[in-house]
């Protein structure tokens, strides 16, 4: 044959079939295929020439050509992994959808990236190391997000097609898809919509009257985010519902919201993946709030850290209807107390916005709680019993003054909520300080209001989430999920290994984050 004279150094017939097979038409390639296979294991990297030629096939040739083709890529990875980089980069290439024809548009038969998952699946069913090679190769080809919705959609659809075949690819493939994602989050702007006035809180202040309407450019980004949620949301969803190593999702998200969520400032939609996942149980809820307080209670994290890290507690804790009951209490006594403590041992340092910034942002995160949760609680206790639990009088009160410091919608809504439930005490401490500090002529900092599920704006995804979210009209009257109405769970063996050091579960026992958390972060 052709190969065997070309070992010999005779390469005159080998020339020949290159020349034929870029001469060949698409109909015949399927003989070419075929023959291939028969001597497959004549072909090494001095047939590079060869394989480049034959990895031009763009899937034209009718089922039985494409079936041939998909036979010869998995016989030449398996008996050579000198080709596995060029295969791999050739199926990456390939998931992106040609460019459509301008009068005809871009039909089902012309679309390549089925063919190339399917042979994607085969090659990392007979060669496993190809699997880095492969995430590498769809790594660097993902289409940049000015690229067009159809291209970052069936890209996007293929990468997690292959991850739920393989599912140890699925931490590393969200992880990168998310990065993608915040990319594209940040394009947008928040719209100041008459239509969207009931899905917006009072409290927080950066969505402003005076901004203007999204431009449209950020509209097609918020088309193409909408669409990959989408795709995100259904993918966690099918791998829970399925029974796919679902704690391992839980806990590689945890990983995933940690490098590369937390870290990341303003960020408006990527977070609701995990807040999706958590409404799927009660413990990952528990899971969630823990690996949040650890990060507050984190030595070696960052202000910025902790305090975005108690955002997120209190935007999670005001907003997702299925925390139970006790989760709510146990997160309040723990920060609240947190709080009454600091502000005792600091009692002497006044006036200094600075140095007590962490004690201020954990007394706005309390007042937005329970600006949100308030009368869901007295639904289980006094007014009396409520001050004397949580001591929220005596944070007010503090030396430290965090009314003058909290954001001021924050504040008013606190008042305002207070004398709606008719909790008289509070709210006479509530006017009193509020009236001294009106009294004090002297320019105020304040710590910044942002908290982190503030309402999902994206018109299709926002499905995944609108059923499990509390918006500011419902906190009153929210009927709570048969999830969250159990206090009990059996919570043996679901803990992440990466926490088990600060959480200590029993089965049938209610979990108190306050138990397990007792020391104040803020000193």
Known sequence: SALTKKKSGNKRDYEKIIRALEASPTSTLVFWFRALVKCISLVDVSCTELVQTLLRYRYDGGENANQAFEQMITNLVSSNQQFVVMVCDKLATDMKPPVPNEELGLIDEELTGPHAE??????????????SFLLKSLMERYPHKTS?????DQYTMHMLSIANHFTVLRERVLEFLVKQ????DAEISIPDDDDQEDLFFDLDDSFGGSQERTP???VEMAEKLDDL?????????HQIDAG????????GQLRVFDSVILTTQKVKHPQFLLFFICSKSPTYSQQFLAFLVQKIIDNSASQLTKTTAISYIASYIARAKFVSPSLIHSTLVTLCSWAVAYAKENSTHKDDFDRHLMFYHLCQAIFYMFCFRFEQILDRTTREECLSTFNLISIIQSSLNPFMHCSPFVVRELTEISRELNISKLTSVCDAILQRNNAIVAQNRYVEASFPFDPYLLKNSSQWVSDNYCSWEDRGGQEESSQASEDYFDLSGSVPDDFDVMMSFTPEATYDI???FPRSPVY
């Open 148 to 152: 067009s919705i159809l291209d970052l």
């Open 181 to 184: 994602i915040i990319e594209i």
């Open 514 to 516: 306050s138990i397990h």
């Open 118 to 131: 399917s042979i994607a699946v085969r090659v990392l069913g007979v060669s496993p190391s190809a699997l």
């Open 244 to 251: 796919k190593a679902p704690e391992e999702l839980v806990r």
């Open 229 to 237: 949620m989408n795709r995100l949301f259904d993918f966690c969803n």
């Open 216 to 218: 449209s450019d950020a």
